[in-house]
């Protein structure tokens, strides 16, 4: 019996086996992981309690041979499950030493030569105390310093199984957005409207929902992050809904816009710029261009002289490349992003759009269900 | 119009107050506070966008006057609604600069003496790239040091505000939990009962629905932290599903088992004993009393050596103190807690019952409908 969710064990392999050559390069001993994301992509481990920030979470990566999970003991059957032999855990939280002590004794076992590699750079947290991380540097004795770049630099080119997931999830959400003219109408409280388009989501095969935001008046919306307020929509909206629906452990990140009752000429043609903008992307999204240029032909569309228009999207809501002015990220093969445009419509309100795709040799494969339904 | 589920004014000023006056005794020229609870404890900032990691997201609180946001732009519009007037932002993310240079100087503005207090103890954890910290550290100039644990003493204690919100939560729980014999019963599999459960919250109104777990056996499950598997209900299983519901920004967090057709005889009597385990708990739960002495009264029963009986609860699923052997945190007033026991049941297997309750001045206020329904 696997681990809930996780992938075959041949996909770990596969990603271990391209960790090991990165840190050879960079003189890594050894990687310490300690978010979900990081830890997940090594192990297939898939657990909602990471939501309790209560206990850390260590993974090491070493050079050579597999991982060492160094985990509070409430997740050592879970962990067990994936397949993972070396699982070394602590009666976790313990006021007195919280699993440095376990934990520096496991680097030193592994870390021959090298540096101790942590992922710090964008992005990325360390999940732990930081008292904790003093202590830890101080109680192994051994050299700390960042980790290349190595994590996030596998993690953006996704296989075909963690693609696979992806365009899953965003099918899932694909036939929940198809369904919001059943729970949206003038009069219905926008929180309302926000509940039961999560209930959509669940019935369509959503294994959970970690992110919903929206927004909705006659010319759109101030802001595409504020959660629901108890105002009701009015004939003449535009209501946007913006998701991301987890399944199988990975996004969709994408959002509709729906007119409530007639909208104005105005905000029918601001949704054509927006999907027009994407069509702009869509064209350029191959192999070989920097992000920037993408921002750049999509802005040409909207006007946009500044922002992002678009992001990477896998294990995280969004992660990896910025479709912005300064990134200079070339695409690949494999790489999952979002084309997210907005324009301006009213007095700091606009509209935003968006679609979920996939770098591929050629054209792009797109996730989402391009445009539809429309406004 | 004040922000999306924010208190009233004199909440935050009240806060404030005595988070300043902690930092006057502790030589804390300004807290540094980088995660979603803490930046919200201050402001009423209630937002689902944590979810995406590619911006940090910064508050100052200085010695004396307001609190100072340093925000990626996109937040704007919805601080200011929070009613704080010194929001500085910059177009997030930026690759050359993600704010540290605009965060240094907002330090620099209104630290005098004293150095910058960062949460670093049990629990906590920087969100913000480490390299970014460094960064932070170098080009400030200032002196970085431990918060002295003001802001995880402050949080500690719930106001009836707060109070309110998670009795809300709760209810929400509690009406969910009793609409389970809709959708469990032998031949669903797991997988399908933790979506519907998550459709009952939501329908019952939950906001959201941060965190479910559970398990199913018929000598109940090995673990409380994994996700559902295909895995159909039998007559026998006892069913469990734990869930942290979202309602105003707090959670409650507890579970029900459900009996799947007859459960045995010894499956009864442990939850019983659970049962009995939280009413000793419940009688010690008065100011005074420490954590440890609460876990030692449930452990008399259930027989636990060790582990985890019970934590603090509020903006997160789980903070602040733990019912476990180690913990000496004095009870006091306001505090919200759950008690959490486990007993064995088969091998590997057993049992966990879990309810909410504040501590007042006397018998503690129970929030989650206590014991119902029963197994």
């Known amino acids: 019996m696997g681990a809930p969710g996780a992938f075959e064990p041949g996909e770990y392999a596969a990603r271990l086996g391209r960790a090991q050559a990165a840190m050879a390069t960079a003189g890594i001993g050894a990687l310490l992981l300690t978010t979900e994301a990081e830890i997940r992509y090594f192990t297939g481990f898939l657990t909602r309690f990471w939501e309790s920030p209560s206990r850390p979470w ?12 160094v985990i509070p003991e409430i997740g050592a059957p879970l962990m067990a499950r994936t397949g993972l032999a070396d699982i070394r855990t602590w009666a976790a939280p313990d006021p007195a030493d919280d699993g440095t002590a376990l934990l520096a004794g496991a680097l030193r076992d592994v870390v021959g030569a090298g540096r101790v590699g942590v992922p710090m750079g964008p992005e990325t947290h360390l999940r732990m105390p930081l008292a904790d991380f003093e202590r830890l540097k101080a109680r192994s004795g051994l050299r700390f310093g960042d980790d290349a770049g190595i994590v996030a630099g596998l993690r953006a080119i996704k296989s075909e199984a963690e693609i696979a997931r992806i365009r899953d999830a965003c099918a899932v959400a694909g036939r929940a957005f198809a369904r919001v003219p059943e729970i949206a109408a003038p009069g219905v409280p926008l929180e309302r409207v926000f509940r039961d388009f999560q209930r959509l989501l669940l019935e369509e095969g959503a294994d959970w929902v970690p992110y919903l935001a929206g927004g909705a008046g006659p010319q759109g919306y101030a ?56 069509e702009a992307g869509l064209v350029l999204a191959r192999p070989g261009t920097r992000a920037c240029e993408v921002f750049e032909a999509m802005a040409a569309v909207t006007g946009a002289r500044a922002g992002r228009l678009g992001h990477g999207l896998g294990m995280q809501l969004t992660e990896g490349l910025s479709l912005c002015a300064g990134d200079e ?8 992003i979002t084309l997210e445009p907005w324009v301006t419509l009213g007095r700091g309100t606009g509209l935003v759009h968006e679609e979920n795709i996939v770098i591929r040799d050629g054209a792009p494969e797109v996730l989402s269900p391009w445009g539809a339904p429309g406004l």
Do not use: E, K, Q
């Open 329 to 336: 990220t070339v695409l690949a093969p494999g790489m999952v």
């Open 223 to 278: 802001d595409v992050i504020s959660p629901a307020g108890p105002r009701r929509l009015a004939a003449g909206d535009v209501m946007m809904l913006d998701t991301g629906a987890m399944r199988g452990g990975y996004f969709c990140d994408f959002d509709r816009n729906f007119a409530i009752g007639t909208v104005s000429d105005a905000a029918r043609r601001a949704h054509a710029r927006l999907i027009a903008a994407c």
């Open 58 to 69: 260590y993974l090491v990566v070493p050079a050579t041979g597999a991982p060492v999970a």
